[in-house]
């Protein structure tokens, strides 16, 4: 275990189909699920078609509905003090819940997020949590390959502002990973995020 991390309970959710298996259904359930609007174009450009993607909003009731009741009646959890991990399009939807129903995780870690989605529609969401809310009580760590590109630019994009809202109560990092794309970021970006997020201040 790292240090200062306390002990966890991994909660994996999955589908019924791997992507050695099936990838296309694989990222087809994946794109379904995480991306918060519909965007056939969006959808298409991955791949995907047939499926425009949207659900983010049903997969959220989901969890905080069904899931997270199951897990912190059958399991030693604290119910107060959750932690969302997601890379590309979970970094997507963990962004999405964090502008939308932030009280639904206590520390958030987002991996490469594919903030490109629907014209970064994110950006929209941010705007309008900010339009009414000077608090965002959460942990945060976000990051991204310095191969990635668009993400890249995205990410620096929210960064900036993220500075300039100045959020009472947010506590939050972010990292560029040199020399790392989008697949090979993953493993030091969560191990990163995860000790970033329960550290003691991991405030900019």
């Not at 992507?19 to 918060?36: A, C, F, H, V």
């Not at 997270?68 to 003090?81: A, G, I, L, Q």
Request: charged share 25%; with cysteine.
């Amino acid at each position: 275990m790292a240090r200062n991390v306390p002990d966890l309970i991994v909660v994996g959710i999955g589908y019924p189909v791997t992507w050695y298996e099936r990838p296309k259904m694989w990222w087809s359930l994946r794109t379904r699920d995480l991306t918060p609007t519909p965007n056939a174009d969006d959808a298409r450009g991955l791949g995907m078609e047939g499926t425009s993607g949207g659900n983010a909003p049903k997969f959220l009731r989901f969890m905080r509905n069904e899931l997270m009741p199951y897990v912190n009646s059958n399991y030693r959890t604290n119910s107060k003090d959750s932690t969302i991990v997601g890379h590309s399009g979970g970094g997507l939807f963990a962004l999405y819940v964090l502008f939308r129903q932030p009280e639904t995780f206590r520390r958030y870690v987002v991996s490469s997020p594919s903030l490109w989605w629907d014209n970064k529609v994110t950006f929209e969401y941010e705007r309008e949590y900010a339009s009414k809310h000077s608090e965002l009580p959460a942990k945060l760590f976000m990051s991204v390959g310095s191969l990635e590109k668009r993400m890249v630019t995205n990410l620096k994009e929210l960064v900036k502002t993220l500075n300039q809202r100045k959020y009472v109560s947010l506590e939050w990092e972010s990292h560029i990973f040199e020399d790392e794309d989008h697949i090979s970021v993953y493993g030091t970006a969560i191990c990163r995020g995860i000790t970033s997020v329960f550290s003691k201040s991991n405030a900019k």
